[in-house]
Structures are given as C-alpha cells and as structure tokens.
C-alpha cells in the first residue's frame, strides 16, 4: 500500500485547505484512516479518523473545524480544514490502519501504513 497526500500550503489564518490523500491497492476499503501532524520539534499528534464503518473521531482542538471524509470508489482520504489558526502549523499525515480498533484510533503505532506529508503552514 503506498499513500500520496497533497494539498498542503501557506494559508492565512482563519482559512481553509483540504487535503487528499491517494491510496494505491486494495486494502484501502475495509481499514480505518487517519491524519496525524507534527508540528516542528513536537510527536505525532492525532488529528482526526474514520473507520471501515464510517465512525469518525477528531481531537478536541480541531473539533468543529475540520472534516474527515473516505470516498472507497477512489481510494482516496480527504481532510478539510477550516478556520485555522497558526497552532495548526504542521506536517499532516495520512495513515491506513488494519488493525485499528476504537480504543486505539489516535495511538500512531496502530497505523500500519503511511504517507509522506504535507506540509500546512497558518501566519497569523
């Protein structure tokens, strides 16, 4: 499985990016997704995730402002991102988890594969 995500840049604060991200293979149906970022000199924190069955979690600092979203006919994850804030400064990530279960989805060592970021900048 190899992941491609894009749609990453500089945006001003209180704008809006939406990011994809392309999965290849098959494994993409049926496992949970996720983004991640990690901001400079901090871990990977998780953003948001979706699992086979359409359940979706977001962290409590982007609740409200981003939407995770799959669409399986094109094996491709997506993230919007609204209202954001320098705080929002990242790489954001893009994970496929076949073994994610609901008390795992924001621990990254669930995520069995993974994408090379992009990169989100807010100025203020």
């Known amino acids: 499985v190899q992941l491609q995500a894009s749609g990453g840049g500089l945006v001003q604060a209180g704008g809006s990016l939406k990011l994809s991200c392309a999965a290849s293979?098959?494994?993409?149906?049926?496992?949970?997704a996720a983004w991640f970022r990690q901001a400079p000199g901090m871990g990977r924190s998780f953003v948001a995730g979706?699992?086979?069955?359409?359940?979706?979690n977001y962290a409590d600092s982007v609740k409200g402002r981003v939407t995770i979203s799959r669409d399986n006919a094109r094996t491709t994850l997506y993230l919007q991102t609204n209202s954001l804030r320098p705080e929002d400064t990242a790489v954001y990530y893009c994970?496929?988890?076949?073994?994610?279960?609901?008390?795992?989805?924001?621990?990254?060592?669930?995520?069995?594969?993974w994408g090379q970021g992009t990169l989100v900048t807010v100025s203020s």
């Open positions: 994970a496929l988890g076949p073994s994610v279960i609901a008390s795992n989805v924001a621990n990254p060592t669930a995520y069995a594969y």
């Open positions: 293979g098959r494994t993409f149906r049926n496992v949970a």
């Open positions: 979706i699992n086979r069955s359409g359940g979706i």
